[in-house]
């Protein structure tokens, strides 16, 4: 395990990314960073965006161009649009449709919240279609604790990145140390797959 920044990140992704950290830590501004740095480089043709903000934070009124839809604030209609998008990733695979790249970000658990095993299958059959798909997931929350997510969901992300944490027992959780002296936009880095 070691330790990166966020400015690293914006350059290079896994297909599946968990990022977890308090308010503060950095998570945000990391993925502000790659989706400014995709919009920049690519086409509408080549990258498409799927945000769910659900709790109408981070991208409730934002200026994007490159949307696959709109931004995603509801829970229950985000649910249901996740489990779309997991059929859409087998779907692509079936049809070999690589274009264009979809990048889906997930903002807080509140759909985990509703129904974690919903939610999990989703995720998961995402993150495993994710690389032949030529889809990124990227799932960002404040709460790691396992009544959020689960053992079975972390382990479907190609790398977990551990801002600060609030809890000795979310690290444990994670399976990472508790560092309460990480600095804010660094991360510990796992990598699960």
Do not use: W
Request: charged share 25%; with cysteine.
């Amino acid at each position: 395990m070691n330790t990166t920044n966020a400015e690293y990140f914006t350059f290079n992704v896994d297909n599946s990314l968990f990022i977890t950290g308090q308010t503060g830590s950095g998570k945000s501004y990391l993925v502000h960073a790659l989706i400014d740095r995709l919009q920049s480089a690519q086409t509408p043709n080549e990258v498409r965006f799927v945000l769910f903000d659900l709790k109408q934070v981070e991208f409730a009124e934002t200026d994007l161009n490159y949307l696959l839809e709109d931004v995603i604030l509801d829970p229950e209609i985000g649910l249901s649009k996740l489990e779309d998008f997991a059929k859409l990733s087998a779907e692509r695979l079936k049809t070999q449709t690589s274009k264009p790249q979809i990048f889906i970000y997930i903002e807080e658990c509140d759909m985990a919240a509703l129904d974690q095993k919903r939610f999990d299958d989703a995720v998961i059959q995402i993150n495993k279609n994710a690389k032949k798909a030529n889809i990124k997931l990227i799932y960002s929350t404040s709460r790691p604790a396992v009544t959020m997510v689960s053992s079975r969901l972390l382990l479907s992300f190609d790398l977990v990145l551990t801002g600060q944490l609030a809890s000795s027992d979310d690290a444990e959780h994670l399976g990472v140390p508790y560092n309460q002296k990480i600095d804010q936009y660094s991360f510990l880095v796992s990598q699960y797959n």
